[in-house]
Nanobody, 125 residues
Framework: QPQLVESGGGLVQPGGSLRLSCTAS????????IGWFRQAPGKEREGVSC????????VYEDSVQGRFIISRDNAKNTVYLQMNSLKPEDTATYYC??????????????????WGQGTHVTVSS
Protein backbone atom coordinates (compact mmCIF):
# COMPACT_ATOMS: atom_id res chain seq x y z
CA GLN A 1 0.00 0.00 0.00
CA PRO A 2 1.41 3.42 -0.94
CA GLN A 3 2.62 5.25 2.10
CA LEU A 4 4.67 8.29 3.08
CA VAL A 5 6.38 8.42 6.47
CA GLU A 6 7.72 11.62 7.97
CA SER A 7 10.64 11.67 10.39
CA GLY A 8 13.38 13.88 11.78
CA GLY A 9 11.43 16.19 14.04
CA GLY A 10 12.47 17.18 17.52
CA LEU A 11 13.23 20.02 19.91
CA VAL A 12 15.60 22.71 18.70
CA GLN A 13 16.57 26.15 19.92
CA PRO A 14 15.71 29.27 17.94
CA GLY A 15 18.26 29.73 15.19
CA GLY A 16 18.95 26.01 15.01
CA SER A 17 18.45 23.53 12.20
CA LEU A 18 16.66 20.25 11.56
CA ARG A 19 16.33 18.02 8.54
CA LEU A 20 13.03 16.28 8.00
CA SER A 21 12.62 13.21 5.82
CA CYS A 22 9.62 12.01 3.86
CA THR A 23 10.16 8.40 2.80
CA ALA A 24 7.93 6.57 0.38
CA SER A 25 7.00 2.91 0.34
CA UNK A 26 4.74 1.05 -2.02
CA UNK A 27 5.32 3.42 -4.90
CA UNK A 28 8.11 5.20 -6.77
CA UNK A 29 8.50 8.64 -5.30
CA UNK A 30 10.33 10.11 -8.31
CA UNK A 31 7.09 9.97 -10.30
CA UNK A 32 5.41 12.50 -8.02
CA UNK A 33 5.78 16.02 -6.82
CA ILE A 34 6.00 16.15 -3.04
CA GLY A 35 4.68 18.88 -0.81
CA TRP A 36 5.58 19.61 2.78
CA PHE A 37 2.90 21.00 5.06
CA ARG A 38 2.71 21.96 8.70
CA GLN A 39 0.00 22.38 11.27
CA ALA A 40 0.50 24.36 14.44
CA PRO A 41 -1.78 23.86 17.44
CA GLY A 42 -5.09 25.56 16.88
CA LYS A 43 -4.30 26.42 13.27
CA GLU A 44 -5.12 24.94 9.90
CA ARG A 45 -2.62 22.88 7.97
CA GLU A 46 -0.60 25.02 5.57
CA GLY A 47 1.72 24.21 2.72
CA VAL A 48 5.32 25.33 3.11
CA SER A 49 7.21 23.87 0.17
CA CYS A 50 6.94 21.61 -2.84
CA UNK A 51 9.38 19.92 -5.21
CA UNK A 52 8.42 18.93 -8.71
CA UNK A 53 8.82 15.42 -10.06
CA UNK A 54 9.59 16.46 -13.61
CA UNK A 55 12.36 19.01 -13.25
CA UNK A 56 13.06 19.34 -9.56
CA UNK A 57 11.71 22.88 -9.42
CA UNK A 58 10.94 24.05 -5.94
CA VAL A 59 8.28 26.23 -4.39
CA TYR A 60 8.55 27.97 -1.03
CA GLU A 61 6.00 29.95 0.86
CA ASP A 62 7.05 33.40 2.02
CA SER A 63 7.28 32.37 5.65
CA VAL A 64 10.10 29.89 4.97
CA GLN A 65 11.74 31.34 1.84
CA GLY A 66 15.49 31.63 2.36
CA ARG A 67 15.47 29.40 5.45
CA PHE A 68 14.12 26.04 4.28
CA ILE A 69 15.47 23.90 1.46
CA ILE A 70 13.53 21.05 -0.11
CA SER A 71 15.38 18.33 -1.98
CA ARG A 72 14.87 14.79 -3.17
CA ASP A 73 16.95 11.63 -3.37
CA ASN A 74 15.07 9.37 -5.74
CA ALA A 75 17.49 6.50 -5.12
CA LYS A 76 16.41 6.54 -1.49
CA ASN A 77 12.76 7.25 -2.31
CA THR A 78 12.99 10.21 0.03
CA VAL A 79 12.32 13.93 0.02
CA TYR A 80 14.03 16.12 2.58
CA LEU A 81 13.19 19.46 4.16
CA GLN A 82 16.27 21.17 5.54
CA MET A 83 15.10 23.77 8.02
CA ASN A 84 17.57 26.47 9.04
CA SER A 85 17.32 29.59 11.19
CA LEU A 86 14.32 28.09 12.92
CA LYS A 87 11.90 30.36 14.72
CA PRO A 88 9.37 29.62 17.47
CA GLU A 89 6.62 30.17 14.92
CA ASP A 90 7.93 27.17 12.97
CA THR A 91 6.71 24.95 15.80
CA ALA A 92 4.23 22.52 14.26
CA THR A 93 3.64 18.99 13.14
CA TYR A 94 5.07 18.57 9.65
CA TYR A 95 3.51 16.36 7.00
CA CYS A 96 4.26 15.42 3.42
CA UNK A 97 2.03 14.25 0.62
CA UNK A 98 2.18 13.62 -3.09
CA UNK A 99 0.81 15.40 -6.12
CA UNK A 100 1.20 15.27 -9.87
CA UNK A 101 2.24 18.93 -9.94
CA UNK A 102 3.36 21.55 -7.43
CA UNK A 103 1.11 24.14 -9.01
CA UNK A 104 -1.75 24.72 -6.61
CA UNK A 105 -0.49 22.07 -4.19
CA UNK A 106 -1.61 24.08 -1.18
CA UNK A 107 -5.26 23.85 -2.13
CA UNK A 108 -5.61 20.62 -4.11
CA UNK A 109 -6.43 17.29 -2.51
CA UNK A 110 -3.31 15.17 -2.30
CA UNK A 111 -3.06 11.99 -4.33
CA UNK A 112 -2.21 10.08 -1.22
CA UNK A 113 -5.54 10.81 0.38
CA UNK A 114 -5.15 10.39 4.11
CA TRP A 115 -2.37 12.23 5.91
CA GLY A 116 0.29 10.35 7.85
CA GLN A 117 1.34 10.76 11.46
CA GLY A 118 3.65 13.63 10.70
CA THR A 119 6.75 14.59 12.64
CA HIS A 120 6.66 17.20 15.34
CA VAL A 121 9.03 20.16 15.48
CA THR A 122 9.33 22.33 18.55
CA VAL A 123 11.43 25.48 18.40
CA SER A 124 12.00 26.77 21.89
CA SER A 125 14.74 27.95 24.19
Amino acid sequence: QPQLVESGGGLVQPGGSLRLSCTASGFTLENYSIGWFRQAPGKEREGVSCISSSDGRTVYEDSVQGRFIISRDNAKNTVYLQMNSLKPEDTATYYCNRYYFCSGYRSRPPLGGAWGQGTHVTVSS
